[in-house]
């Protein structure tokens, strides 16, 4: 047999991905810190009118309250409820305690937000043991040493351990055997799929597909009709549980970068402006799922006949904010001053990490914008629903109909000023700030 | 040309008009010197197209005439030259430059390539006392932006009336505003001048007598002692900061300016990369801290008297420094109404003088 290395070893389980997922993590940490909020029905989230659930505790659950649901529509279902604001740095010190524990087993840990991340304990069996024997003494030790539950999911791959821990929760272990793989997915509603969101879910249920055995039966010419082919293969490989992704372990990153090089090249003031404004929310939402903000910005910029640009500008305070980084990216791109460029490449990359939700220059005239509650309450969304729930209407407009799942907010712009506007402080940016929030 | 001057007056006329002449120009004549000997004297004059200057000083005028000399090669020339008579002859293809048994030949730059050097001289504007307007200028452009992306930030308003003169900046982030009492116009002006070209005005403001300001169209002028220097205006509309500025604000802290600024210094240098100093207002005056998780903490206590209720709000030290500098005086005043709010920065005795403004920092989600 290949492979078979000592005498006495036995073939590695295929069930060898563990996805572990704290149980409402920000809002457990707020209860361990402060034990009278034990018991409470207990949200993070910002407070004011205006604030938006990050976490609720299992307690706030049970009158309805969700994640991403705003703080004040969360407080009329449950009157006692208790707002904490969030301290993100806090949930990071937390993350990093629980992420020892995960390293102690095995090396192959891949981080995907602070309160999730998948293991290949392939290479752990000798010293460990079964895969779900591993899953359970991390629960415990998650459990003794931090006084915080988890739920872990234990299948041949990481979309289908998402899919378990989740069956799990809370505080449970799921496992998915890779000979029950069907068995465990055809029961199931067809948005358990990672990436099928409620447009996909609804125009599924019209022609009557409801769960994924439905969905995984579903005539491939049908699928292609109505969502075209590139995305029905997608679905049919979801519907099969099939995912080939390994798991990429955690390095600190030193800076966190999106690009794109395009299949025409751009021209357009718009579209580029909107590829920026894209790439710029990639970027905003992965150092907001690692729990860090960047200081520095920087634009890569290559033509058409290769000739490739960068510029970098150190922001006044770090930010984990789209808007930001958007702001700051097409001033740089504005100040190139070039000459309608043909663009084959865009690139925004953001540099000078630092732990936290980021500290926020405020502006004289300005009221506190509200652009950092607006992305959590979309991370909250895309987590659930999968990336493509929620986009800004600016770059949503543009897809072809039925291409990908729509937005949320049809009407209206994403609200983003053009960059590079010079807009004095005072009056006339507050102003049209206010007019964005009343759109988004 | 050909003249003769005393060394000291011709070094110092060069190293103050070199400050209107670019130090990387990108046409040569504007890194270029006019000399222009005529009557008694000597006229040197140059500009970057931002900044035009003029001086003229006493001189033995041999033969009139005019010649554009390297700007930067000249100053260096002027500050080395030992004591004495400097002589300057322009020949057809280069300048002597001469002293003791020192020898320089310059090439000519070609003096039709030097920009026409013009300044206004009839517009609105006033006199004012020189080391009023250096201190000024100090207060104020300081809270001016750098950054180019928004240009009309990057100057410093001038509103000049019959009664008085205010300058006024701001990046956004902060604003300072310094009001004088002058003999202005009878109407109204409003200017806005690049912060740049205000600093080089009141660092050449140095002389004898007032200083004259005009405000012009196009130009801003300040001229006395036979110097003149001129500043294009910067377009665009400058934010309405009267409405920034807030009116009575019920929490106010008086402490000793300078161990104000001692203080948020000393901690300051824990609040790295963007991470800010946080201010505790309370009956027992303020506690300063700052720190990062990675390297450290830091705090201290400043005496003081508070009026109000307790108060915390963090800044960028710098921008908190800034404005306290600025203020003249033993005692300043900070004014909070919360967190979210400007600090207004004041003289405890300078009513109406000198105000700065800083928005804080939001410290978490």
């Not at chain 1, 969030?86 to 981080?111: K, N, W």
């Not at chain 1, 080939?244 to 751009?266: C, N």
């Not at chain 2, 040569?28 to 003029?54: I, K, N, V």
């Not at chain 2, 090669?73 to 048994?101: D, F, N, Y």
Request: charged residues 25%; glycine residues 10%.
């Amino acid at each position: 047999m290949p492979g078979a290395a000592s005498p006495g070893s036995r073939p590695p389980p295929a069930e060898r991905i563990l996805h572990v997922d704290m149980d409402a993590f920000y809002a457990s940490v707020e209860a361990l810190d402060d034990p009278a909020l034990r018991g409470a029905p207990l949200v993070v989230g910002s407070p004011g009118p205006r604030g938006v659930v990050m976490s609720a505790s299992y307690e706030a659950r049970r009158f309805g309250v969700r994640s991403a649901m705003p703080s004040v529509r969360a407080r009329r279902l449950c009157p006692e409820l208790v707002i904490v604001p969030p301290r993100f740095v806090r949930y990071r010190e937390e993350s990093d305690r629980v992420l020892d524990i995960l390293f102690s087993v095995t090396p192959l840990v891949e981080t995907v937000s602070l309160d999730e991340a998948f293991l290949d304990v392939s290479g752990a069996g000798r010293l460990f043991g079964l895969p779900i024997e591993i899953a359970g003494r991390i629960r415990a030790r998650v459990r003794e040493e931090r006084g915080l539950a988890c739920s872990v999911g234990v299948a041949p791959n990481k979309l289908l351990a998402k899919i378990a821990s989740r069956q799990a929760k809370p505080d449970g272990i799921g496992v998915v055997p890779a000979d029950g793989v069907r068995r465990f997915l055809n029961p199931l509603p067809v948005d358990r799929l990672w990436g099928v969101g409620p447009e996909t879910t609804s125009t599924l249920g019209r022609l009557g597909v409801r769960t994924v055995g439905e969905l995984a039966v579903l005539s491939a010419d049908v699928a292609a009709r109505v969502f075209g082919p590139g995305p029905a293969a997608h679905l049919a490989s979801l519907a099969r549980g099939a995912d080939e992704r390994p798991v990429i372990p955690y390095e600190p990153a030193k800076q966190v970068s999106a690009e794109q090089t395009f299949d025409r090249d751009l021209d357009a003031p718009e579209e580029i402006r909107r590829e920026l404004l894209r790439l710029s929310d990639k970027v905003a939402s992965r150092l907001r799922t690692s729990g860090r903000a960047a200081r520095t910005v920087t634009i890569k910029v290559r033509l058409a006949n290769f000739t490739t640009v960068t510029r970098s500008r150190t922001l006044v305070a770090a930010t984990d904010v789209a808007a930001r980084v958007y702001r700051a990216s097409g001033d740089m791109f504005q100040d190139l001053r070039l000459a309608r460029p043909r663009i084959r490449l865009l690139g925004v990359a953001a540099s000078g990490l630092v732990d936290g939700a980021g500290p926020e220059q405020l502006r004289l005239g300005e009221r506190p914008d509200r652009w950092g509650d607006a992305d959590r309450a979309v991370d909250r969304a895309r987590e659930r629903f999968g990336r493509d729930a929620v986009e800004r209407a600016a770059i949503a407009r543009r897809r072809p109909r039925g291409a990908r799942p729509p937005t949320a907010s049809p009407q209206g712009s994403s609200g983003l000023p053009p960059p590079g506007s010079p807009a004095p402080p005072g009056n006339r940016e507050s102003a049209r700030d206010a007019r964005t929030r009343r759109r988004s | 040309m050909k003249i003769t001057i005393e060394k000291d007056v011709f070094a110092e006329q060069v190293a103050w008009v070199l400050r209107c002449v670019s130090a990387r120009a990108t046409l040569p004549a504007l890194g270029g010197l006019l000399l222009e000997a005529r009557g008694e004297g000597l006229r040197m004059a140059g500009t970057d197209l931002e900044l035009s200057g003029e001086t003229s000083a006493g001189a033995r005028v041999e033969e009139p005439g005019r010649a554009v000399v390297p700007g930067r090669v000249l100053g260096e020339i002027a500050r080395s030259l030992p004591q004495g008579v400097v002589r300057i002859e322009a020949g057809a293809s280069e300048t002597k430059i001469s002293c003791g048994s020192a020898e320089f030949a310059l090439r000519l730059l070609p003096v039709e390539d030097i920009p026409a050097l013009q300044f206004v001289s009839q517009a609105p504007g006033g006199t004012l006392e020189r080391a009023l307007f250096q201190t000024a200028v100090g207060q104020v452009t300081r809270a001016a932006s750098r950054d180019e992306a928004r240009p009309v930030l990057t100057g410093t308003l001038v509103e000049a009336d019959a009664g008085k003169l205010m300058l006024v900046a701001t990046d956004s982030y902060r604003l300072a505003v310094r009001e004088i009492a002058w003999k202005g116009p009878s109407e109204p002006v409003r200017r806005v001048i690049p912060a740049r070209a205000l600093q080089e005005a009141a660092r050449g403001a140095e002389g004898e007598g007032e200083l004259q300001v005009l405000l012009g169209e196009s130009q801003a002028v300040f001229a006395g002692s036979g110097r003149r220097l001129g500043t294009r205006l910067i377009e665009g509309e400058f934010p309405n900061w009267r409405q920034l500025v807030p009116g009575e604000l019920p929490n106010r802290l008086r402490v000793k300016r300078d161990d104000f600024i001692e203080a948020v210094r000393r901690v300051g240098i824990l609040a790295q990369s963007g991470s800010p100093v946080r201010v505790e207002l309370s009956a027992e005056g303020v506690q300063l801290a700052a720190g990062t998780q990675d390297i450290g903490q830091a705090s201290e206590r400043v005496e003081g008297t508070y009026e109000g209720e307790p108060v915390t709000v963090s800044f960028n030290p710098q921008y908190l420094l800034d404005g306290v500098q600025a203020v003249e005086g033993n005692d300043v005043v900070l004014s909070v109404r919360d967190g979210q709010k400007p600090v207004l920065i004041r003289g405890a005795d300078d009513a109406g003088g000198f105000t700065y403004l800083a928005m804080p920092i939001r410290v978490g989600g």
